[in-house]
T-cell receptor, first 111, second 111 residues
Framework: GQQLNQSPQSMFIQEGEDVSMNCTSSSIFNTWLWYKQDPGEGPVLLIALYKAGELTSNGRLTAQFGITRKDSFLNISASIPSDVGIYFCAGQLSGNTPLVFGKGTRLSVIA | DVKVTQSSRYLVKRTGEKVFLECVQDMDHENMFWYRQDPGLGLRLIYF???????EKGDIPEGYSVSREKKERFSLILESASTNQTSMYLC??????????FGSGTRLTVV
């Protein structure tokens, strides 16, 4: 089955640093989403993107839907300890097709 | 907000046992999904359902089956549990507006 290429696999950063992660696909998607998973919990939606080229922010988080529809990135500015977790990208072709996920980026923040 | 409830947070089962993982959603959604999460592999789709008594195979259906007798409940069945089915299992349904809402997950250990 299809999976998205998400990088990096893991990151160790100092508190206050900015973080960038990205996701690529061999096929196009019409929706890109970014999720965060805290330990022992299910993933929670952070940002949803619906238009190619769209740039969307949610607090310290910014995500972009690539113009080719085959990629997306997520930036986190001024990281804090509660940003620790696993971040997943997901793509969806249409509302009736299941989400396809990346393998995740594990973020660790050193105070 | 959509609420997705998975009946067990932790389960330990013996090899060869038949295992039932239960998921209930409270928004009368037609679509429900079962994913499996393993370190380094991200979320992989096992089965999904678009309506009562309907089921579709995802990317890794081998060794699993599902049951959808009522719209709010979607059960994942391991016919004969094996150690390679030790994993975190996540149930999901469409969110309030975007993407999916996930349950808290069931961490299954097969010994």
């Amino acid at each position: 089955g299809q999976q998205l290429n998400q990088s990096p696999q893991s990151m160790f950063i100092q508190e206050g640093e900015d973080v960038s992660m990205n996701c690529t696909s061999s096929s196009i998607f019409n929706t890109w989403l970014w999720y965060k998973q805290d330990p022992g919990e299910g993933p929670v939606l952070l940002i949803a993107l619906y238009k190619a080229g769209e740039l969307t922010s949610n607090g310290r988080l910014t995500a972009q839907f690539g113009i080719t529809r085959k990629d997306s990135f997520l930036n986190i500015s001024a990281s804090i300890p509660s940003d620790v977790g696993i971040y997943f990208c997901a793509g969806q072709l249409s509302g009736n097709t299941p989400l396809v996920f990346g393998k995740g980026t594990r973020l660790s923040v050193i105070a | 907000d959509v609420k997705v409830t998975q009946s067990s947070r932790y389960l330990v089962k013996r090899t060869g046992e038949k295992v039932f993982l239960e998921c209930v959603q409270d928004m009368d959604h037609e679509n429900m999904f079962w994913y499996r999460q393993d370190p380094g592999l991200g979320l992989r789709l096992i089965y999904f359902s678009y309506d009562v008594k309907m089921k579709e195979k995802g990317d890794i259906p081998e060794g699993y089956s599902v049951s959808r007798e009522k719209k709010e409940r979607f059960s994942l069945i391991l016919e004969s549990a094996s150690t390679n089915q030790t994993s975190m299992y996540l149930c999901a349904t469409p969110g309030q507006i975007y993407g999916y809402t996930f349950g808290s997950g069931t961490r299954l250990t097969v010994v």
